[in-house]
């Protein structure tokens, strides 16, 4: 585990040792979890049109060409 220091607002601060004393968790744990959390949810994920073609016979290699020929800025 690496050690790291955070600047966070005081406000912040107060709310997670308030919320680490009535979870009786440490407020490294919790800013563990939270981190992970956001992380995980940051995770790239493929565009929504990735897999929509018509052409079931269409190669990785053949895909500009598809798009040169198929392609409508409309």
Same mark, same amino acid.
């Given at each position: +585990?690496? #050690?790291?220091?955070?600047? !966070?607002?005081? %406000? +912040? &601060?107060?709310?997670? #040792? $308030?919320?680490? @004393? =009535?979870? /009786?968790?440490?407020? $490294?744990?919790? +800013?563990? %979890?939270?981190? %992970?959390?956001?992380? =995980? /949810?940051? @995770?790239? @994920?493929?565009?929504?049109?990735? /897999? !929509?073609? %018509?052409?079931?016979?269409?190669?990785?290699?053949?895909?500009? /060409? *598809?798009?040169? &020929?198929? *392609?409508?800025?409309?």
């Amino acid at each position: +585990m690496e #050690k790291t220091t955070v600047y !966070i607002p005081r %406000e +912040m &601060q107060a709310s997670l #040792k $308030a919320l680490a @004393q =009535r979870t /009786g968790r440490s407020q $490294a744990d919790l +800013m563990r %979890e939270a981190l %992970e959390l956001y992380v =995980r /949810g940051q @995770q790239r @994920q493929l565009p929504s049109f990735v /897999g !929509i073609v %018509e052409d079931g016979n269409l190669q990785a290699r053949d895909v500009e /060409g *598809w798009l040169e &020929q198929n *392609w409508h800025a409309d």
